[in-house]
């Protein structure tokens, strides 16, 4: 548990880029975790499920101290449109805009199943 702890923790760290912050946000995601184990129905995607709830907790904690707002977007490209790079240009533009106004950090939750869409974040420069 201490490793995985460990590897949140700098997870955490990166996000949001302060540590009494990632500390918080690991406590409450640890806190969290615990209380959802029995409704985890696998454990084989126990690191992915963890950090998710991490991820959540880096955006609670962040939004409660006033460091962060939220922002949903969602590009869908119709099957005959695809390959004419649609949703790169989207993408570039929602960067574009919220480095405009003054963002450093974006955060993007994609399902794994979606490989098309990870490459295009992946090539966007999302880590």
């Given amino acids: 548990m201490h490793q995985i702890s460990d590897r949140l923790y700098a997870i955490a760290h990166r996000i949001l880029r302060d540590g009494d912050l990632a500390q918080d946000a ?3 995601a640890l806190v969290t975790a615990w209380r959802q ?3 985890l129905r696998d ?4 690191e ?3 950090q998710r709830i991490l991820e959540h907790a880096c955006y609670v904690e962040s939004q409660r101290r006033g460091r962060w707002r939220a922002a949903s977007e969602s590009v869908y490209v119709d099957a005959a ?3 004419l790079e649609i949703g790169r240009a989207q993408l570039d533009a929602e960067v574009a805009t919220a480095n405009g106004a003054g963002y450093r950090t974006l955060l993007a939750g994609i399902l794994a199943e979606k490989a098309s869409s990870l490459a ?3 090539r966007a420069g999302f880590r």
């Fill in 26 to 28: 690991l406590q409450n």
């Fill in 81 to 83: 449109l695809r390959g």
């Fill in 37 to 39: 184990l029995p409704h």
């Fill in 43 to 46: 454990a084989d995607p126990f």
């Fill in 120 to 122: 295009l974040h992946e």
């Fill in 48 to 50: 992915a499920w963890s």
